[in-house]
């Protein structure tokens, strides 16, 4: 008898994202708006970093919980952005990037058989992680209350069982756009509390932000309203606001109890982000600032240019975003996006990430990210027009 595969892992679904993008690297000349990235290359001051860093001997092996120094600038930035106050060497937990934040976090609070509250469309690495963790994600749905997503509270009340453990929600939200009000986290923090439940924010996305006062004023944290004592961690990375995608280092912030069974799980999956990265990333929250603020300027350009495109576009309802950097669009009357997706690609070379890759309520919607440039933005918004037109 041949030995196979464990059953759980064959309940993980493949991401349907990578599975487009795969046919589409085969591919000359597409125009890639399919993953969650810009096509700016990471800024010369960090990569400059990384270079001193291997020079200054940053080649060994660090704690567990990432470098002392990134906890303390990690400290600095929430102190300085958010407002909070918190123990570096308690409360963060330096990442090979944020899935994995995600993934040390999920497998120190999930038994087999429980059961993990997910707000979608979201970013299906959530879900995914639940099930490797033999559990079991529940989606809930936001529905797009008019111009605006919303969330549906007695939706969520109704999924709670005696399994339940946490609820996993993404602020700003990959793929909508949508920003947690104020009163949306007061209440998501209450219902978190009421049933005994983590609440597990998502917000890599923070920084990415177009209803502040001022640009790249951030999003305010879940951070802000929760207690040292509260149930709550937050999953963050360097990726998005750094263009840092292929460094992977991000971090938790949590609960000491959590803190300290994430950083000791680090050890058996990658012992520690690397130690140069971890340096360089260091650099990036010290010195970049100006980068941050001229990146999200440009993002909030790029939004304009789209919506206004697609807007003009038959058959497409687009929900304006205020934060990340993808466009939602639902489209008329379809039900398979994932073949939409790929007919577009092979016959336009233009790539787009199916909604249903996202989740309860994702099906019928199509992702652009609008983190290019305007060189592959603009002929990408012309073929899509030509295509929903035939």
Known sequence: MRPGLSESSLRVPYSRIRELAEMAMGMEGVLKLYFGES??????????????ALEEGYTFYTENAGLPSLRRAIVRHYARFQRVELDPASEIVVT??????????????????????????????????VAMANAKAVQIAQP???????????????????????????????????????????????????????????????????????IGEPVPSILRM???????????SFSKSYC?????????VARADLAKMA???????VSHAASFTQRAAEIALDEGESTVVSFVARLKENRDLCLDAMTRMPRLTVPSPDGAFYLFPKVEGL?????????????????????????????????????A?????????????????K
């Open 39 to 52: 096509n700016l290359p990471t800024p010369e001051f960090i990569k400059r970093a990384a270079v001193r």
């Open 96 to 129: 090979a990037s944020g899935v994995q934040a995600l993934q040390v976090a999920l497998r120190a609070l999930l038994d087999p058989g429980d059961e993990a509250l997910v707000m979608t469309p979201a970013w299906p690495n959530g879900s995914s992680i």
């Open 144 to 214: 797009l209350q008019g111009e605006r997503y919303g969330i549906d509270f007695d939706a969520i009340e109704r999924a709670v069982t005696p399994r339940t453990k946490l609820l996993i929600y993404t602020s700003p939200s990959n793929p909508l756009g949508w920003v947690a009000t104020e009163d949306d986290q007061r209440r998501l923090l209450d219902f978190a509390r009421r049933r005994g439940l983590w609440l597990i924010a998502d917000e890599v996305y923070d920084r990415l932000y177009y209803g502040g006062q001022a």
């Open 226 to 236: 929760a207690t040292r004592d509260d149930a709550v961690a937050v999953v963050h």
């Open 244 to 252: 840092m995608t292929g460094w992977r280092v991000g971090w938790l």
């Open 263 to 269: 950083a000791e799980f680090n050890e058996f999956v």
């Open 335 to 371: 039900t398979d996006s994932f073949e939409f997706c790929k007919r577009l690609l092979f016959e336009k070379k233009v790539g787009l990430a199916p909604g249903v890759a996202f989740g309860a309520g994702g099906e019928g919607s199509i992702r652009l990210c609008y983190a």
């Open 373 to 389: 440039s305007l060189e592959v933005l603009e002929p990408a918004l012309e073929r899509l027009s030509a295509f929903l037109e």
